[in-house]
């Protein structure tokens, strides 16, 4: 599997897990736009060197890339990167939505500030990346959007500002699939676990590298894979889904208080949950579980 004649835009792309991205697609003969505004972990400062570096790796090896020091969290930062994108190689197939930063607050004392910064990097950053590059993913006969979100979005006491943040990029990836499913766009999601500055110096992650993750998000960004609205946790060479579902649940005429006391075991139970591909697959489901409630006695 290659990318012969793909051009690919990885935002974030300096360092970590991006940077192993760009790396991987110009190897497999993309030309990749290497995007990195230069930020600490926590969003702060600019500097040019990684986005340069990682161009000069690219080429010296005999690919081809060039950088880009946009600041994708921002409309105007977006429209650059793809207007130069579109300059330079003629087109856009594929977009890696990367960038991050990771700030860290026990709540209550998480400042909004906090919760600010990682939407306008993760969520609003994807979503106008995405909305700039859109009309040409369309354009390409395989436009495909790879979108990073995070173990995160399960839940952790240090990381409401992060984990919410994360958890929207699905939701954003969900909205975009069912737009990608009309337009012949693919979008996709990963949740990726890797050795980088971010994950912390954490010795059970020292064998997780960025190249694990590289090889999902490749396959992800690849004309060959038809999949669509999928999040997959990658890390450590391991490839898993994670899904949102919804159990069988529990269904009855007049429903009263006791009735969600005395049935709440069978609500929970997910043993048989339910994965819809949009939210006219889950109302058909929905409504199928409510109507089944008329044939109870
Ligand atoms: N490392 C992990 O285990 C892990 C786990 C879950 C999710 N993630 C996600 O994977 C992605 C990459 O993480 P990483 O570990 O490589 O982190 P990293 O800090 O090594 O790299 C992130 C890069 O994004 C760049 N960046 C940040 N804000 C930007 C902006 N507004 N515009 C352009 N570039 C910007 C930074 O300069 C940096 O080079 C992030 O979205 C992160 O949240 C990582």
Not at 184 to 205: C, E, K, Q, Y
Request: contains cysteine.
């Amino acid at each position: 599997m290659n990318f012969e004649g793909r051009t690919a835009i990885v935002s974030g792309a300096g360092r970590g897990i991006g940077r192993s991205h760009a790396l991987l697609l110009a190897e497999l003969h993309a030309h990749v736009v290497v995007n990195d505004l230069g930020v600490d972990r926590e969003g702060r400062g600019v500097d040019r060197v990684p986005a340069e570096s990682v161009v000069a790796e690219i080429v010296a090896a005999g690919g081809s890339a060039s950088a880009n020091h946009s600041d994708v969290s921002s409309a105007e930062g977006a429209a650059e990167l793809v207007e130069g994108a579109v300059q330079m190689f003629g087109g856009i197939d594929i977009l890696i939505n990367n960038a991050g930063v990771l700030t860290g607050h026990d709540f209550p004392f998480t400042p909004v500030d906090d919760l600010r910064r990682n939407l306008d990097v993760h969520l609003v950053g994807a979503f106008e990346l995405t909305r700039a590059a859109w009309p040409h993913l369309r354009m390409s006969d395989a436009g495909r959007v790879v979108m990073t979100s995070s173990s995160g979005l399960f839940g952790d006491l240090d990381l409401i500002a992060y984990g919410s943040a994360k958890a929207g990029v699905v939701g954003l990836a969900a909205g975009l699939a069912a737009v990608g499913a009309r337009d012949g766009v693919g979008v996709n999601t990963i949740a990726p676990i890797a050795n980088t500055r971010m994950s912390d110096p954490d010795p059970v992650f020292d064998s997780f590298t960025p190249r694990d993750v590289s090889a999902v998000v490749a396959y992800l960004a690849h004309s060959d894979c038809q999949l669509n609205g999928v999040t997959l946790a990658a890390g450590g060479g391991r490839v898993a889904r994670i899904a949102i579902g919804e159990s069988a649940g529990h269904v009855q005429q007049d429903l009263t208080i006791e009735d969600v006391a005395d049935n709440i075991d069978t609500i929970c139970d997910t043993g048989e949950l339910f994965v819809p591909n949009d939210m006219a697959g889950y109302f058909r489901a929905f409504l199928g579980r409510v109507s089944d409630r008329k044939r109870l006695p």
